[in-house]
């Protein structure tokens, strides 16, 4: 059993940044692919990034590509979330996940191939 505990979200305004964490405690780390969420009031939720085991491989929604980067430490159980040149539309909260399959069934983000979820870290972003 893994238990995920998300922070660092917060209340910036567009163009602003923010790095979100995620810890793990519980189960081998390394042998999960991590992945960030977030999920918008009346929308469904959707995937952010994913990183492989070793973190050597990412993956990225089009909507953050060039602006998120997820980044991973193996020895300290956690992995993280730089946003920066937030805008608006990126509020939400941010929930970190787990899963144990192979880095490359996850490029799709599906939430239903991660096993384990943290309870989410709020994101404001103001115009």
């Known amino acids: 059993q893994v238990q995920l505990v998300e922070s660092g979200g917060g209340s910036v305004q567009a163009g602003g940044a923010l790095t979100l964490s995620c810890i793990a405690n519980?189960?081998?780390?390394?042998?999960?692919?991590m992945a960030w969420f977030r999920q918008a009031p009346g929308k469904e939720r959707e995937g952010v990034a994913v990183?492989?085991?070793?973190?050597?491989?990412?993956h990225y929604a089009d909507s953050v590509k060039g602006r998120f980067s997820i980044s991973r430490a193996n020895a300290e159980n956690t992995h993280y979330l730089q946003m920066n040149d937030l805008k608006p539309e990126d509020t939400a909260m941010y929930y970190c996940?787990?899963?144990?399959?192979?880095?490359?069934?996850?490029?799709?983000?599906?939430?239903?191939?991660?096993?384990?979820w943290g309870r989410g870290t709020q994101v404001t972003v103001s115009s």
């Open positions: 996940a787990a899963s144990p399959r192979f880095f490359s069934g996850l490029a799709t983000m599906d939430p239903s191939s991660f096993n384990y």
């Open positions: 990183i492989s085991r070793s973190g050597g491989h990412t």
């Open positions: 519980g189960g081998s780390y390394s042998a999960y692919c």
